[in-house]
């Protein structure tokens, strides 16, 4: 028998919240995801003045996390050096930028955080700070 953790609403408030302390502090504005281990959101904020397109992309970013258990933008990148294109996988939610990051709990990946708004560095940086409050939670 197979027991498997999944992200839960209760993480996914404490990562949104989490990042969105980080884009205000930042003076930024963005939207942040949360999804289960299979890419699928639980939770979704497009802050006040954010673009539209963020929600859409955060929300691909964290599928693509999920499913490849690994940063969104690795996809990307091996793409890139492969030359092929990201949609190989079969789906077109699958996307290579920067700002999904996986949530690894126990050695297997529980779901992902990801963030749209910035620059990929900085979606990035701030979708950790949204996996380091859940896993604070965990411990």
Known sequence: M??????????????IDAC??????RNKTGSVAVADRHGELIGLLRMN???LATATIATNKVFTSSRLRQ????????????????????????????????VFYQ???????????LSGEEDFEIAQIGVTAILKSLD
């Open 107 to 117: 050695g297997a990946c529980v779901g992902s955080v990801a963030v749209s708004g």
């Open 20 to 25: 969105v302390m980080e884009l205000k502090a």
């Open 49 to 51: 003045g954010a673009g």
């Open 71 to 102: 940063p969104s933008g690795d996809l990307g990148r091996a793409a890139a050096e492969g030359g092929w294109d990201v949609h190989y996988h079969g789906d077109a939610r699958y996307l290579g930028w920067e700002g999904g990051a996986p």
């Open 2 to 15: 197979q027991s498997n953790h999944d992200l839960g609403e209760e993480d996914a408030r404490l990562a």
